[in-house]
């Protein structure tokens, strides 16, 4: 293997996404992988500075879809790439794909334009693998938070999940759908199953 793999995991609010990151790369540790484990929005001083703005502050959708690209690009260059680069396996909760699903669909900005905007900053740099998540709408609504985004009404959200089938639909290869209304160690199963599977077809 000359590089790493990078492994992200997608999902609405409430599918457990950090909990489930978090069980996989303990699992892939416990059998010997290195494992960089990060998030989005986050895994940089800056992106968390960031991260803090856009949960907190009113500002615009063109605003909001910009500075979610300038945390990911701080993301992906300083954790993302040296970790990549020194072959490490690594796993990020969001990427990409929730900037499509949620300011490309859920504001409105335009699926296209979100995705060419991100491959152009990101060079196109794509997850090889990603695990989405799927629960459905009203599991969401009963698990999610209250933050600036999360208090968005349920038509957002309904068209956030529309950005990820529609992601599913154009990226067959890439996405697995993982059931995510299973008990959480069965939808742990599912995703190491389908993430070793792949490490073991690359190495
Ligand atoms: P997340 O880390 O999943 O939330 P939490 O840590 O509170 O569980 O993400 C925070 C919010 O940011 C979430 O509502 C999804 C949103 N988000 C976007 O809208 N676009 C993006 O590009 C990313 C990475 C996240």
Redesign the pocket.
Request: glycine letters at 6%.
């Given at each position: 293997m000359n590089k790493g793999i990078f492994i992200t995991i997608e999902g609405l609010?409430g599918a457990g996404?950090?909990l489930q990151a978090n069980l996989l790369a303990k699992k892939l540790l416990e059998i010997g992988f290195p494992v960089t484990l990060t998030?989005?929005?986050g895994g940089t001083q800056v992106a968390e500075k960031i991260r803090e703005v856009i949960?907190n502050q009113r500002i615009s959708s063109k605003v909001e879809a910009l500075l979610?690209l300038a945390a990911r690009i701080s993301h992906l260059e300083e954790v993302i790439k040296p970790a990549f680069e020194k072959r490490r396996i690594v796993i990020s909760?969001?990427y990409i794909d929730?900037?499509i699903a949620?300011?490309g669909f859920g504001l409105g900005l335009g699926g296209e334009e979100i995705l060419s905007l991100n491959e152009r900053y990101t060079s196109a740099f794509w997850p090889q693998l990603t695990l989405y998540i799927k629960i459905g709408l009203e599991v969401s609504m009963k698990r999610r938070?209250k933050?600036r985004?999360?208090r968005r009404p349920d038509s957002y959200y309904t068209r956030v999940e529309e950005g990820y089938n529609w992601l599913i639909r154009k990226f067959p290869e890439r996405i697995k759908v993982i059931d995510g209304e299973r008990p959480i160690e069965e939808v742990h199963l599912s995703i190491f199953r389908v993430a070793l599977d792949y490490i073991n077809r690359m190495i």
């Open positions: 609010d996404k950090s998030r989005e929005p949960l979610f909760s969001r929730s900037s949620y300011q938070g933050d985004i999360e």
